[in-house]
């Protein structure tokens, strides 16, 4: 186990909960399992690398694959889940049909080549530490995780939002009887959750490249980060998350080409004994 | 009137019914190919196997209340297993196929185990997230799954190189199959898994241990499942990660869906009306996946108890405001 990888593991494990972050927030409080949640990063990559490639700044990109794909999930929540609201099922297949036509929009406009997304010239090349030769861009997306894991923290323990949030994830009821348009509240979670897949898309992209399929990968990565952490728990979300990241990165180093039977392992382990995983509450 | 003819079927003219109706449609299905050309022969008879997957699909969630989204994968697990046993291992096209079902229904029987403990939408999850874990395995493990290659082998052999013959042997196939999960889903079992779909905590008071019966309901479902996928070996003759993909599960739940849920025979008109749809629309375009979401989403904002059960409703109700009139 060397160093290197190890920072693999991590730089990965913070990818994945950027991505997963916003996946779990949108199961636990709307009760939606959001199937599109890759197609939403797999379009924030794309979108990223447009504005990145054409503007020539990263923050441009960033900002951009964020808005839009937070407009995608705007789109998503009023226009088409507004339908079946209450029937968890019908939710989930219906935003799984929603993933497959974004991911076939995402192959009609950007067609099915490899792009990468490109790097600010600042975070280019790489450090050198404790006889360790590190791209600059990985630590880059390992300090985003963990900014974005402090900020969403203090958004759901420290505002006036995540307390909305919170008790809406205990009680939606509740929260509305006491005046609260709760719906406002699910609407921006929606939002907020689409945009940090966005966010993902672009990190994604410019360490794992992006491609049609990609967004399967993430999904099931996506999925894996949720059924060990427990619905809509960030602290799962995170433990998960560093969990895959790291046990995904060893798997292919030893087992190359069984990566991702390695994911398996510690899934099946918990559900053994944890069918909600480790966080998780039932409904 | 309405009375007389709305009263319910006495049981042994529900049984003439199905007396009569089971062998005209099987003698219309086997006339079939004798009248179609040769390549409608061939989607006819990628029909009979879809329909298969899809009752297959059914079984679990009309019956025992689970949806599943890993299906595609064990049906592609099996269609791996055969083309690799015949290509690679060498064996005979039919031990392949009795080693390919049965690998696909010990998969299911692992996954079934992993998956009973959650229902609803977690099983949803659960299930997608397996089904996917078996198509990165087919798509990374190069050495055995050829990866994004596939396998490709000629399984038609003798008589089968017919595409005549090979429809009547799927149609055998697939009309056993179909009868062996009327009988599943009907006999005393399949009432206690309606049982659990109604309501778990009844079942479970009652004594029955529920999480082993749907264990073995997957299990049976699973088996049927890779039954689909050996013949799907036979028929397409190659094998690729495409094969297990997630659209391959998502295709096989939307027949059972069109067909309507908890119908079982509805499957198989769901399968013909996707793999018509399916045949309809790459004429005109490459877009088949941007159509098969779409109809994913309209279907269930409109007609989420399927096309079938919907016509029939807007059917009833049409019957009903002309008998007012």
């Known amino acids: ?283 | 009137m309405s009375a007389a003819t709305k009263a319910p079927a006495a049981p042994g003219r529900a049984d003439l019914k199905v007396v009569i109706l089971v062998p005209a449609a099987l003698l219309a299905l086997a006339v079939l190919p004798f009248v179609l050309p040769t390549y409608q022969v061939s989607v006819a008879t990628q029909i009979l196997i879809f329909a298969v997957l899809a009752m297959s699909i059914d079984v679990l969630a009309g019956y025992a209340g689970r949806t599943s989204l890993c299906h595609g994968a064990i049906f592609g697990v099996s269609t791996y297993v055969v083309l690799y046993g015949s290509t690679v291992a060498g064996l005979p096209v039919l031990a392949s196929m009795v080693v390919g079902v049965l690998a696909a229904t010990v998969l299911a029987a692992v996954f079934g185990v992993l998956a009973v403990r959650t229902s609803g939408v977690y099983f949803l999850l659960l299930t997608l997230a397996l089904g996917l874990i078996v198509w990165g395995v087919c798509l990374r493990w190069t050495a055995v799954t050829g990866g994004e290659n596939g396998l490709r082998g000629q399984l038609q052999v003798g008589a089968f190189a017919q595409p005549r013959a090979l429809y009547l042997a799927v149609l055998a196939g697939a009309a056993v199959m179909s009868f062996g999960m009327w009988r599943f889903v009907h006999s005393p079992f399949g009432l206690t898994l309606r049982g659990i779909k109604d309501s778990e905590s009844r079942m479970r008071s009652l004594g029955y241990n529920v999480p082993l019966h749907l264990v073995i309901a997957f299990t049976v479902s699973g088996f049927f499942a890779g039954m689909a996928g050996a013949m799907y070996a036979v028929f397409n003759n190659f094998v690729s990660p495409s094969t297990v993909q997630l659209s391959q599960s998502v295709a096989g739940l939307l027949m059972a869906i069109v067909g309507g849920i908890g119908t079982l025979f509805g499957s198989v008109v769901g399968a013909f009306l996707i793999i018509a749809l399916e045949q309809a629309v790459s004429l005109y375009t490459e877009r088949w996946l941007m159509v098969l979401g779409a109809m994913f989403v309209l279907i269930m904002i409109f007609a989420p108890e399927g096309v079938v059960g919907k016509a029939r409703a807007l059917l009833a109700r049409s019957a009903q405001r002309r008998g007012r009139q």
């Open chain 1, 1 to 283: 186990m060397s160093l290197f990888q190890l920072l693999n593991g991590l730089t990965f494990a913070a990818l994945l909960f950027v991505v997963a972050s916003g996946f779990t927030l949108i199961f636990g409080l709307l009760r939606i399992v959001n199937l599109a949640h890759g197609a939403l990063y797999l379009f924030g990559g794309y979108v990223g690398y447009t504005v990145g490639t054409h503007t020539g700044s990263f923050a441009l990109a960033a900002v951009a694959a964020m808005a839009s794909v937070a407009l995608i999930g705007l789109i998503l929540d009023q226009g088409l889940l507004r339908f079946v609201r209450g029937f968890e099922l019908r939710q989930v297949l219906l935003t799984l049909g929603v993933a497959f036509m974004l991911n076939d929009l995402a192959l009609v406009i950007w067609g099915g080549d490899t792009f990468t997304v490109p790097v600010p010239s600042f975070l280019q090349g790489a450090i050198v530490q404790f006889g360790v030769f590190y791209p600059k861009f990985r630590l880059f997306v390992l300090l985003v995780g963990v900014l974005v894991f402090v900020g969403l923290w203090l958004l759901l323990n420290r505002t006036r939002l995540g307390a909305l949030i919170r008790a809406g994830v205990d009680d939606a009821e509740m929260v509305e009887a006491s005046g609260i348009n709760i719906r406002r509240v699910f609407l921006l979670t929606f939002m907020l959750g689409s945009a940090l897949s966005g966010l993902g898309g672009l990190l994604g992209g410019a360490f794992l490249t992006l491609y049609p399929s990609a967004d399967s990968e993430i999904l099931v990565f996506s999925l894996a980060v949720v059924i060990i952490g427990g619905r809509g728990s960030l602290e799962g979300a995170a433990i998960g998350s560093l969990f895959i990241g790291l046990f995904n990165t060893f798997g292919q180093v030893w087992f190359p080409e069984l990566a991702y039977f390695v994911i398996f392992g510690p899934m099946a382990l918990l559900l053994a004994f944890r069918p909600l995983g480790l966080f998780g509450r039932a409904a």
